[in-house]
């Protein structure tokens, strides 16, 4: 076990950071929403334990997080709850929310992964955020197991809404610092959250990557940084290991942590916002990631900065929450088209609200090769496959 985490520093940040093998294309207008009445956000697969997206009745199971569609866009994070998806074909089909009122001990559910047992069981490990019953929203956060099993309802593929919601992973407070703001909001807090389920191909082990801070270092002017954290299944449940990464002075807040292992290399991706780097801004949102010859590492920066898929400048926001699939198809979901003369987050609700998206993204499609990377728009980027 590498004891040293990766450390993602200015150096790496220096120079000019992308170019045309790493840069999205502008998303063409008008762009179909999912659900009509509903956002959604942060998309993932049920997978089966080799990673692959589960199927059922001839359509893959996806999920994302949801919340009406109504009032300023960066409020749905303060009404977030799991959904269930499908995709055949036809297109997507909404299957509803994945629990019941109620069912989580926070008091929204934010974003994490899903894989199916070999018992037709789905352990959906998710982020509790805040406390269930609360008056009004805070920030703590901690990683929920639901396993639950898939059913079917006049021809409708659900999840067993009896399933038992456990913590299963918080902050040390050590290693990891607390997250458990009071006050705040998405780029503002500390982080635990955004669990990622990894099977390791070379010891078989289970493993959860998720999104942490940690403190400073000893030379960072920055008062506390974004990691990857590292836990591994144990008999009695989950423990914490060393983080995988840190970002040593350069950013606050990285998300949805997730390893795709290609030609025997462990690919680290994560995305971030502009606004969460030190200084806001000195690089572009985007998907970042690192390569290592194993889950350990060492790790090595793509393409020299990190940066594996950014925005076009003249839509730094279009999309975000990009996830590398086994495939090597990204998906991600539509944010923001620029609004001119301020940032999209501080417009008015209704100005805001015209630019948000709030539905899926075109997939675009990654080549690796060692640690470089290269942006591919596949001929059906009008929609997933």
Request: with cysteine.
């Amino acid at each position: 076990m590498n004891g040293e985490p990766a450390r993602w520093t200015r150096r790496h940040l220096a120079g000019p950071i992308g170019g045309a093998a790493t840069t999205a294309p502008v998303i063409g207008l008008p762009a179909p929403r999912v659900l009509p009445h509903d956002d959604i956000w942060d998309l993932w697969p049920i997978q089966e334990e080799d990673g692959s997206t589960s199927v059922m009745r001839g359509r893959e199971l996806w999920m994302a997080l949801s919340a009406p569609a109504a009032g300023h866009p960066e409020e749905r994070h303060d009404r977030a709850r799991l959904r269930l998806l499908a995709l055949d074909g036809d297109g997507w089909t909404d299957l509803g929310h994945a629990f019941a009122d109620g069912a989580s001990p926070g008091s929204r559910e934010w974003s994490g992964s899903a894989v199916r047992r070999p018992d037709g069981t789905v352990s959906v490990f998710y982020t509790a955020a805040g406390r269930r019953g609360e008056a009004r929203p805070t920030f703590a956060q901690t990683v929920v197991e639901a396993r639950a099993r898939l059913v079917t309802d006049d021809g409708r593929i659900l999840l067993d809404q009896a399933a038992e919601h456990r913590e299963v992973l918080r902050s040390d407070g050590v290693t990891y610092l607390p997250a458990d703001d009071i006050e705040g909001g998405p780029g503002r807090i500390r982080a635990f959250r955004d669990p990622g389920w990894f099977r390791d191909p070379a010891d078989g082990r289970e493993y959860l990557l998720v999104a942490a801070s940690v403190a400073a270092s000893a030379d960072a002017d920055h008062a506390f940084m974004g990691a990857v954290a590292l836990a591994a299944a144990e008999p009695g449940g989950w423990s914490l290991r060393p983080p995988l990464l840190v970002a040593d002075g350069v950013n606050h807040e990285i998300e949805r942590p997730h390893i795709v292992v290609h030609r025997s290399s462990y690919y680290l991706f994560f995305c971030t916002h502009r606004h969460s780097f030190h200084p806001p801004g000195s690089a572009p949102t985007g998907l970042y990631g690192f390569v290592a010859p194993g889950l350990t590492g060492p790790y090595t920066p793509l393409n020299g900065s990190g940066l594996v898929l950014r925005n076009p400048a003249e839509e730094p926001d279009q999309a975000y929450a990009w996830l590398v699939l086994p495939d090597l198809k990204v998906v991600s979901f539509l944010n923001y088209r620029s609004i001119q003369g301020q940032e999209p987050w501080q417009a008015g609700p209704a100005e805001a609200r015209d630019a948000f998206g709030g539905t899926i993204a075109p997939v675009l499609e990654l080549t690796l090769d060692g640690a470089a990377t290269t942006v591919v728009v596949p001929a059906s980027a009008g929609g997933r496959r």
